[in-house]
């Protein structure tokens, strides 16, 4: 059974860090592009970053360049987005996905995305 299971949120100040973990079960994550989005209150779910199956290929969304980086642990079927610089606008409930088919050239896009985790929450309050 193929299942994503999101992990690392939580309550941080502005400009404080934050690591989410995206545990992969049922499949080899590094066989697929694996993206992290996110959903704020009232608002669409957004990409945030993707990255590429079998590579170390990555794609980031304007909001978050420079201060977001994803990763993978094949060896923990596990990607990993670590969070810096955060902001108030950062907080949302964020998902990680699996693409069964490959999203590109739309990466980010949330509807190319097939397995979706429970979600995370992650508040950017002072």
């Known amino acids: 059974q193929v299942q994503l299971v999101e992990s690392g949120g939580g309550l941080v100040q502005p400009g404080g860090s934050l690591r989410l973990s995206c545990a992969a079960s049922?499949?080899?994550?590094?066989?697929?592009?694996i993206g992290w989005f996110r959903q704020a209150p009232g608002k669409e779910r957004e990409g945030v970053s993707c990255?590429?199956?079998?590579?170390?290929?990555?794609y980031y969304a304007n909001s978050v360049k420079g201060r977001v980086t994803i990763s993978r642990d094949n060896a923990k079927n596990t990607v990993y987005l670590q969070m810096n610089s955060l902001k108030d606008e950062d907080t949302a409930v964020y998902y990680c996905?699996?693409?069964?088919?490959?999203?590109?050239?739309?990466?980010?896009?949330?509807?190319?995305?097939?397995?979706w985790g429970q979600g995370t929450q992650v508040t950017v309050s002072s």
């Open positions: 049922g499949f080899t994550s590094d066989d697929y592009d």
């Open positions: 990255i590429r199956r079998r590579s170390t290929t990555t």
């Open positions: 996905a699996v693409a069964y088919r490959s999203p590109w050239p739309a990466m980010l896009n949330p509807g190319a995305y097939s397995v």
